[in-house]
Nanobody, 112 residues
Framework: QVQLVESGGGLVQAGGSLRLSCAASGSILSINHMAWYRQTPGKQRMLVASITNRGSTNYADSVKGRFTISRDNAENTMSLQMNSLKPEDTAIYYC??????WGQGTQVTVSS
């Protein structure tokens, strides 16, 4: 099965932008469901956005209009463009691919 590696996290001021990337070790063409999740200490991991291999997307209400998920099946990558970031977006962000394949996570910190 493929392995996933996230990159692009960091520290940004509120209102700023970050772009997260998820690189797969192999082809993602046959992987229907990919997603970004995030987790803060003491809380459950929650879905941020998902995308199918046909490009259908779904977003958590809290990020609609600010975040955009995309995938490049030819490059075996998935991205999350995050704009208008808020302090409450601070979390560890995880890349996910069906079924039950997770990246190691990347920290996003948004300062007020």
């Amino acid at each position: 099965q493929v392995q996933l590696v996230e990159s692009g996290g960091g520290l940004v001021q509120a209102g700023g932008s970050l772009r997260l990337s998820c690189a797969a070790s192999g082809s993602i063409l046959s992987i229907n469901h990919m997603a970004w999740y995030r987790q803060t200490p003491g809380k459950q991991r929650m879905l941020v956005a998902s995308i199918t291999n046909r490009g259908s997307t779904n977003y958590a209400d809290s990020v609609k209009g600010r975040f955009t998920i995309s995938r490049d099946n030819a490059e075996n990558t998935m991205s999350l463009q995050m704009n208008s970031l808020k302090p409450e977006d601070t979390a560890i962000y995880y890349c996910y691919a069906s079924y039950d394949i997770w990246g190691q996570g990347t920290q996003v910190t948004v300062s007020s």
